[in-house]
């Protein structure tokens, strides 16, 4: 193998001609955001955006200064502080083209563990214009059963006794407002770029109830001064793993330690409510609108719920990524059904063809090859995801006495994977904060069926709509007793 060159700003110039470094010098940009949660999916989607337009537009205002707050967050922290802030974004396309780009838009970083103090003074510099949050849900520690913000939680009981000492995002904040407060500095736009419904709304008002209860005195200030935009993020990012690691050595001859991999496919659509100018991302193709709740749905509602529906169905068969799940024509065919007959009456706001434009090139996205996208990953926190991708249109079906037959064996099929064990006999974990309650129903759900949908703080009341029981009964019985396939074949005949 060719000799490769580590990944920092002293070895871009020995980078091979086929891998895009910043054209721009790095030390001459200005940071005006500070991205709270460097995970894969910022720096494949924000930090990717922020990038072309320093490097295309040589817009060198808006550098980005990351954040993180959690202990499990010392690995990446320490990678990007070796490399510079520097990290190669490896994009793979359906047809096997595979790029590799190196994006320089970080150029600080902090981590709040080892120095809270520091965090909160960048927060509250003035040059920060924006607050960006990949934060992912449990970040907003909203309760489980109202959706309200969880002023009991642990995490925020502990920040309410140590203030300058914090672990959630709402403390952060709440001391970086109060100081820009006192020393009479304007305030920034907070900028949630995570998959919950209105998340610049949910974001605003989690922060005014912990802030009524913390430092009661800002809360007018905050109301005059900063701005919660909703937004809609879109790009498929799975786990970057070791073959990616390895792949980009050899193919590229850079050694990053932990590289992003993405699909081409990017989207990002924002409400204009900037407390300042409102920033060129345009350029770069972000999108401004006054009305977020249309791609919201699409998102949400589409993609992020065939996501889940793909990762249960496939991991229950034994399947271990979407790409394999997608290529099943018994599983797409069910998905295809649930999303035309279910999911596209509830998208009042949007119109046909966009919508089946949508669908069209989400299919094409999860049969990509090349994006090695783990169920795993899909998986993950579940309770989260079923609430807010699926339930809604299981409401609306309902309220307008529609189709539920498919959503109900997906509820189904959730309380059979909840059980641990696939159609091999080979076992999973299930990694969910609820996940002692989910194996336990899900358990009980062997002798009496209705226990699964009876837990209140994801179903609500569901388990008393009779049009949608009796087919999570059936569907349930279905599969207590069949292999998957089987089950979804005799499904789909039906």
Not at 247 to 253: A, R
Not at 268 to 291: L, M, S
Request: charge should be negative.
């Amino acid at each position: 193998m060719a000799k490769s060159f580590y990944l920092n700003a002293e070895n871009l110039a020995s980078l091979p001609k086929d891998v895009s470094v910043p054209s721009y010098d790095r030390d001459q940009i200005n940071t005006s955001i500070l991205h709270i949660g460097v995970s894969n999916f910022h720096r494949s989607h924000q930090a990717y955006y922020i990038h072309e337009l320093i490097d295309k537009y040589k817009e060198l205002n808006y550098g980005i200064c990351g954040v993180d707050l959690l202990e499990s967050d010392r690995k990446i922290y320490n990678i990007l502080k070796d490399q510079d802030g520097l990290f190669t974004l490896y994009t793979k396309e359906k047809n096997g083209s595979h790029k590799a780009k190196i994006i320089g838009s970080i150029v600080e970083y902090f981590y709040g563990p080892e120095n809270p103090l520091a965090v909160i003074e960048k927060m509250a510099h003035p040059d920060i214009k924006i607050i960006s949050l990949t934060i992912a849900e449990d970040g907003y520690h909203l309760n489980e059963i109202t959706g309200e913000f969880d002023i009991n939680h642990p995490a925020v009981k502990e920040d309410i006794k140590n203030p300058f000492s914090p672990k959630t995002v709402f403390g952060y904040l709440t001391q970086s407002f109060k100081l820009r407060k006192l020393r009479n500095l304007p305030g920034c736009t907070i900028l949630s770029c995570d998959n919950i419904k209105s998340n610049g709304d949910t974001m605003k008002q989690s922060l005014y109830n912990y802030v009524s209860i913390t430092e009661p005195d800002i809360l007018n200030w905050i109301s005059k001064n900063i701005s919660f935009p909703n937004t809609m993020v879109d790009r498929i990012t799975p786990i970057t793993n070791s073959t990616d690691v390895h792949t980009l050595k050899e193919d590229f001859h850079i050694d990053d330690q932990w590289p992003v991999v993405c699909e081409s496919f990017s989207q990002w659509v924002i409400e204009d409510k900037f407390i300042h100018d409102r920033p060129v991302w345009d350029k770069v193709g972000v999108q401004y609108t006054e009305n977020i709740v249309p791609f919201e749905n699409l998102k949400l509602q589409l993609l992020n719920a065939s996501h889940t529906i793909l990762g249960i169905l496939g991991t229950l068969h034994g399947y271990k990524t979407v790409y394999e799940t997608a290529n099943d024509k018994d599983f797409m065919y069910f998905l295809k059904a649930f999303l035309d007959v279910e999911v596209t009456p509830t998208l009042i706001d949007t119109d046909q063809k966009s919508i089946d434009n949508y669908k069209k090139n989400l299919v094409s996205r999860f049969q990509n090859p090349h994006i090695n996208d783990q169920l795993f990953r899909i998986c993950q926190e579940s309770s989260a995801k079923v609430p807010l991708f699926i339930l809604p249109t299981v409401k609306y079906q309902l309220e307008n006495g529609m189709h539920v037959k498919n959503a109900a064996f997906i509820i189904a099929a959730w309380a059979k994977y909840n059980d641990g064990m696939d159609d091999n006999e080979n076992p999973y974990d299930i990694v969910d904060t609820k996940s002692g309650t989910l194996i336990r129903t899900a358990a009980l759900s062997i002798q009496s069926p209705m226990k699964f949908i009876q837990i209140k703080s994801i179903f609500e009341d569901l388990s008393e709509e009779e049009t949608f029981t009796t087919y999570y009964l059936e569907a349930l019985s279905q599969l207590r007793e069949n292999k998957i396939k089987d089950c979804i074949q005799n499904w789909n005949a039906n």
